[in-house]
Structures are given as C-alpha cells and as structure tokens.
C-alpha cells in the first residue's frame, strides 16, 4: 500500500510537470566540465549556490534534471553525462589507481555505446573528451588543481560544451531515451504495485533524508543476505516490483524527503506527507497544524475555525480552497543500519485527519500561566516534557514518540508510555530555577490522556478549575497546594509585597508532594499539622481567613450525603494520581 501510494503521488506530479519522467532524475551537482567542440578541457564551472542561514554560508550543490542515476554499493557501474571523480576523470582519493582508471574506461565504453551516431557537435565533444583526456594529469591541469579537493569529496560532475548542459541538448537527450527504453534482460513477472506483467527490479534505489540512517543512502526495500530470500529468489526478486514502479516511488519518496519545508522529524521518526492529487497547499495546512509556531497560527485558528464550523477551509491565510475529502498519506520512517523501517503508515481523508488533530488540541486545552504565550502545544513540545531536561541526550523514548504521532493523527489511544513518562518526570524533579515540577504541558498531557485513554467525562475533567468536581483525588490535589500556598504566605520576609520570594529552604512540595500524590493517608496528617504552625505565623487575619474558609470548604467535599466523612484513601492508583496532579495545577493558577 506505501509503494502504490508513492506511485501514485509521483503520476500526479509528473501530470503536472513537477517531477522527472522515467530515464531522469534531479540530481545535486557541483561542477561541469566545460569542453571544447574537439575534447579539450578548459575550464570548471562552480555550480554551487550559497545559502544563508542567520549568520552563516552554506554553499549547496545545484539541483538539475540528468540522465537516471544508478544507486552503487559495489562494482563498477557508470552513469551517462553525470556522475563522480572517477567515472568523468579517472581519479580520487581512494588509493586504487587501476581500479579508477576502469571506472573512466567504463564510463567512456557507455557514453560511446550512446552517443555513437548522435551527429552534433556535443555529442562529438564528449566522445571526444574521454578518448584524449589522461587521469594521470588531473593534478597539474590549469583548470583543475586549485579546485580539486572539492571535486576529489565525492561532488557531481556534468559536461558543458559552448555554455550549453550536455543533457539539454535534444539529439543527446533523444539518444539517452532510446538507450533507457531498451528492453532488459532481467526477468519477467507480476508486478506487486501495478498488478502488470513487466520486467521486475533486481534491486530498488536507496534514499538520502532519513535521519540516523547512512548519509550515502538506505533502502526501503532490499534482500542483501541469503537468510532474507525465500524460494531461490535474490535481492529483490523476493518482492516483484516492475522497474517503472521502482522509479516511481524512489523519486516520489526522494522529493519528499528533499523537500526539507515539508518533512518532520519526530524522535528518531522521520515523517513525510503528502496529497493524492499532489497539491503542496495540503502539506502546507498539515505542516502548520501538525507543529503550530508563532508565525503559522493565523493559519492553524483559520483551519480550526472553519472545521468547527463544518465549512470549506478557505480565507486570506490559506491560499486555496481544499477538498476535506481529499486522500492524505503521512508515512512514518526510522533508521536501521542500511535499511529504512517503517515505524507507521497513515491514510484517510484530510477532512478526518485535521479533525483528529483539532480533538486532541481540545483535550490538551487546559489554563496556562500569565507568562505563557503559547496556543497550541505540538507533538515535539509534549515530547520533551517526558525529557530530563540535565540529561545530555534531551530526546525521548523513539517508539513512543512514532506511537505518539500516530495517535495524534488517527485520533486512537495515546500511548501509555507517554502518561507513565510524565508520572516519572513529576516524581524524579524538583521546582527549580530552570525546571519545574509540574508545567502546563504536563498537566495538559495527563489532562487528554485521562479523557482518551480513560474516558472519564468532559464535565469532570476541566480546561480551568472545576469547583464543582468531587472527585476525592482531585480535591486532595487542590488541597495540597492550598497548604503550599500557606506555608509561602507565612515565610514571606514582607506580607505587602506579594511577589517577593520566600526563600525556604524544604518546602512542603519538595518533601512531601509525591508521597502525598501516591498514599495521601499517610501525608495529609503530616501537613495539617505543619499548616496549623504556619498559618499562626500569617500576620493579616484577612488572609488566614479566606485560607481557612478555601480548606473548609474542600473539607467539606470530602463528606458523603448521609453526612459520613470519607476516609483519606491509603493509595491512589495512576489514574487518580494523574487527577490529583490536574486539582493541584488548576488550583495553583488560581490567586488566592
């Protein structure tokens, strides 16, 4: 289903004439070879561009249209009128003279084996090229020496003759055509992706993009060891895919994963996306929903504002109007060693996938500190609330991460890796100057996982303060800072300035909040006590009324109808630790 998907993608933008037909492929390049009409060489056009980020200068390589690149593990095999050191000059770093020197041969063999009959002049310079040019002269030509540790690290090379790329030229181009329609000799059968007999791929291109995975490439699909084959097949015989269907899902795949703008990296998960018809305004729409930033929410709360309100998504911030019924494609990829897993897989109309994504901003709606500017918490801010943020590797777990997104997505269950994390990060850290205990991404987690996951009630679970909620935990939770609130209203050097610092040393939430949060008829006792001790210390009777009452009247809910007080329970279970986070959160953002 991923490879017909591709298929299809790439078909729909070769209709539109964004992407290469078969035979050709978008290739990085660095450098052409500039020839005269008799072979000579005379000079190196750079074809690298510079690309400013903030202060710095990244020079790339240029992206132009060749002939179709094999992708080489090992052997010998040469490209037509592009490719390296050592198939286009008979040189590199690799200290194997005679093997470079086979690679040029080979080169020169193809490129004859092509261009033999072509009658125009760039065809002829070529030919031309490889019969009079010496490897052995490389490091002393004119055109070359002061450049040739940039060409020698692996750069792409083209030829040029009179200005003109030799792939531009239409007889060149023509001869390259018939050569690649040649019929192979390779083997016959059903192709898996079309379902029409073609001749099968004995192995599939490899992709660059995935992060973690080899730089050179990784591929998708690939049998390399007789423990992978099955019935005598090898390589890739073991899943028949037509060779047509091979080029069209390695290009279609590779542009996206070219295209950097449109690519997520998730964890360890790379996650591209993609439209059937193959319009780039979905992946717009679905990159600013997916991870909201400041300068993308106008259109996230446009999106948003429509869905709510049925209608077609449309306005001055989105460019188009977009078909909800339109099929979406998110594919999820992983590294492993030199193959690329596949951590998801993800289809359904966009219509569907954005209202997933609006119900799970809802559930993490919650009340926020004054200080935070933030509207939409995505995927990699909740992420990194699972992190130890003194830990050197900030990444989170890789699989739950993959879990994570695809539940935000599909709109299923969160994983309860994620809800677990947050208990262990609450437990193991301490309000400090630059980290905190409890943060509205955490409350917010634990806020949506017990809605999802737990399908307790809306009216029970909150954005802001649930006076109402009698839900003991919930109650203990708010009581809890209650008591914080009052120890810090009694070691204030100074009662009129509110925002002054207390500075105590051990507070109670330091010491006792997490054994209060898991067996509260231990604790409560405890902090009573400290509370009837620190309130004789509030000076303003004011204050240690509205205290008071605010304690009484939580009290007060801890009292079943016939008038029989309710035991403080011994444990809470996750759930009801989760819930006695969320009473204490809420009743923090409230000034007392």
């Known amino acids: 289903m991923i490879l017909q998907s591709l298929v299809q993608y ?13 035979g050709w492929c978008d290739a ?31 020079w790339r390589p240029q ?22 050191s ?4 008979g040189i590199d770093k690799k200290g194997k003279p005679d093997r ?21 002049k760039e065809a002829y310079a070529i030919l031309s090229y490889f019969e009079k040019w010496k490897p052995e002269d490389a490091e002393e030509h004119p055109a070359l020496k002061d450049i040739l540790d940039d060409i020698l690290a692996g750069a792409n090379i083209i ?32 192709c898996l992706v079309t379902g029409e007999r073609a001749e099968i791929a004995r192995t599939h291109g490899t992709f660059q993009g995935v992060q973690g995975a080899q730089s050179s490439g990784a591929a998708l699909v690939s049998f390399n060891a007789p423990a992978f084959e099955s019935y005598g097949k090898e390589q890739s015989y073991n899943a028949p895919v037509g060779s047509y269907a091979v080029y069209a899902y390695t290009t279609g795949l590779s542009k996206l994963l070219a295209d950097r703008k449109h690519v997520t990296t998730i964890g360890d998960t790379t996650v591209v996306y993609w439209a059937e018809d193959g319009e780039e305004i979905y992946q717009n729409v679905f990159a600013a929903v997916s991870e909201p930033m400041t300068d993308n929410l106008d259109i996230v709360d446009a999106v948003f504002k429509n869905l709510k309100g049925g209608k077609a998504i449309s306005g001055d911030t989105v460019l188009a109007d977009l078909n909800l019924n339109q099929r979406f494609y998110i594919l999820g990829l992983a590294p492993n060693a030199a193959r690329i897993a596949v951590r998801f897989f993800y289809q359904d109309s966009f219509g569907s996938i954005l209202a997933n994504m609006k119900a799970h901003y809802d559930r993490l709606s919650i009340v926020k500190p004054s200080m935070d500017r933030i509207d939409y918490l995505g995927t990699w801010r909740l992420l990194q609330e699972t992190v130890n943020k003194k830990s050197r590797d900030k990444k989170a777990i890789p699989n739950m991460a993959g879990a994570l997104y695809r539940a935000v997505i599909s709109g ?29 991404g955490r409350a917010a987690i634990i806020k949506a996982y017990l809605l999802k996951n737990k399908n307790m009630e809306k009216e029970e679970i909150t954005v802001a303060l649930n006076e109402n909620s009698n839900n003991i935990a919930y109650i203990l939770g708010r009581e809890f800072a209650v008591l914080e609130a009052i120890q810090a209203e009694a070691n204030r050097k100074d009662t009129d300035q509110k925002d002054v610092n207390p500075g105590i040393n051990t507070t ?58 309710i035991s403080c329970p011994k444990r809470l279970s996750l759930e009801e630790q989760g819930m006695f986070i969320l009473g204490y959160y809420h009743q923090t953002q409230i000034k007392i």
Request: overall charge positive.
């Open 508 to 565: 109670i939430k330091s010491r006792y909040f997490n054994s209060a949060c898991a067996t509260p008829a231990i604790i409560f006792p405890i902090l009573f006590k400290l509370k009837n001790s620190h309130i004789r210390k509030i000076k303003k009777e004011v204050i240690k009324m509205k205290y008071e009452m605010l304690l009484g009247e939580l009290q007060d809910k801890l009292t079943v109808k016939e008038g029989q007080e």
């Open 159 to 190: 030829f040029s003759v009179d200005g003109r790329y030799a792939q531009e030229i239409p007889e060149i181009a023509a001869a390259w055509e018939v050569y690649n329609q040649q019929p192979g000799d390779g083997k016959q059968g059903i």
């Open 412 to 440: 299923s269950r969160y994983p309860d890796a994620l809800y677990h994390a947050v208990l262990g990060r609450i437990r193991a850290e301490q309000d400090s100057n630059d980290t905190f205990k409890i943060t509205r």
């Open 100 to 120: 470079s020197k086979e690679c040029f041969e080979s080169a020169q063999q193809k490129h004859k084996e092509i261009l033999d009959g072509v009658s125009v």
């Open 28 to 58: 990085k390049v660095s450098y052409a070879l500039d020839i005269s009409k008799d072979g000579q060489l005379l000079g190196a056009t750079y074809l690298k561009w510079a690309d400013d980020i903030g202060k710095k200068t990244v």
């Open 63 to 84: 992206e132009l249209k060749v002939p179709q690149m094999l992708s080489r593990s090992s052997g010998i095999a040469p490209n037509f009128l592009c490719d390296n």
């Open 10 to 22: 790439y078909e729909a933008l070769a209709d539109k004439g964004k992407i290469t037909r078969p």
């Open 86 to 89: 050592t198939y286009m000059l």
